[in-house]
């Protein structure tokens, strides 16, 4: 949906890492991206681990009307909890002042992530592997603190198993909970098996610490941009081979997204 709002500002709200250089840098692309697009009056990024602070940009942004976005994968524990106290946000508009705050959805419940996993599932293989024969595995971190934090993923393999997919299964599997993605192997019983990280940025699960579930390193890595080269693929395993991905949010396409969240909003709340 087409957005134009000159006299507002678009804040992409972000988790960042106190370890990892890699966690943010998802926001700040596509917060360039959009800033280029002239769609919005200023586009500015906030992060709960790193600067600028959910509490330090507010003397950054000159507009009074502020869309938030938030750059997370599942509607859970964060985006229902964490960014509203820290926001102090009082529900959908908050009002503060002359400040008009709107609290959009995450990123990762928006419809268009089903058609990005499975594009991003098809050029990892690049031919070189039929998708009849490989099962795709979504992987999340999956935790105990809030249940919406896994039906982000569940909703976007059972959108790609109702659609017409190109692979023989899709399944889900976690870091923290069952299914769990370190017994990819026994999940499935396809020669291939492509693995999709449903994370926003290559940071510590995606780039660190899935790679050694998946038995592809022994031990944790560098982060990735401290890498030269990004990780090689196929792995071989016996007779099965392994693709893995880099994480979802890292997508060019993610730009749209949050723009079109910002659409979404003022489509249910302003129709």
């Not at 700040?28 to 586009?43: L, P």
């Amino acid at each position: 949906m087409p957005v134009s709002k000159p006299d507002s500002a678009l804040l992409i709200l972000g988790h960042g890492s106190t370890e990892n250089p890699d966690s943010s840098q998802p926001c700040w692309d596509h917060a360039e991206t959009i800033a280029s697009s002239g769609q919005f009056g200023s586009v500015h990024c906030a992060f709960w681990k790193e600067e600028p602070s959910f509490r330090q940009i507010w003397p950054m942004i000159e507009e009074r009307e502020v869309y938030l976005v938030p750059n997370f994968i599942s509607e859970g524990y964060f985006t229902r909890e964490v960014l509203p106290r820290e926001l102090e946000l009082t529900g959908p508009t908050t009002r503060r002042g002359d400040l008009v705050l709107h609290y959009c959805d995450p990123v990762g419940i928006h419809p268009a992530m089903t058609g990005l996993l499975t594009k991003r599932a098809l050029e990892m293989l690049d031919g070189s592997a039929r998708p009849e024969e490989t099962s795709l595995i979504v992987v999340g971190h999956g935790t105990g603190l809030n249940e919406k934090s896994t039906e982000a993923i569940q909703t976007q393999v059972e959108a790609i198993r109702a659609g017409e997919t190109p692979f023989a299964r899709v399944l889900d599997a976690y870091m923290e909970e069952a299914p769990y993605v370190a017994d990819w192997r026994m999940l499935t019983d396809t020669p291939n098996v492509v693995v999709v990280p449903f994370f926003i940025a290559d940071g510590l699960h995606s780039y660190q610490d899935i790679p050694v579930l998946l038995g592809i390193e022994s031990e944790p890595t560098a982060a990735a941009s401290q890498r030269e080269i990004f990780r090689q693929n196929p792995h071989r395993f016996g007779d099965r081979t392994l693709w893995y991905g880099s994480a979802i949010g890292t997508d060019p396409s993610l730009a749209g997204v949050i723009v079109d969240q910002v659409a979404c909003f003022d489509e249910h709340y302003h129709p």
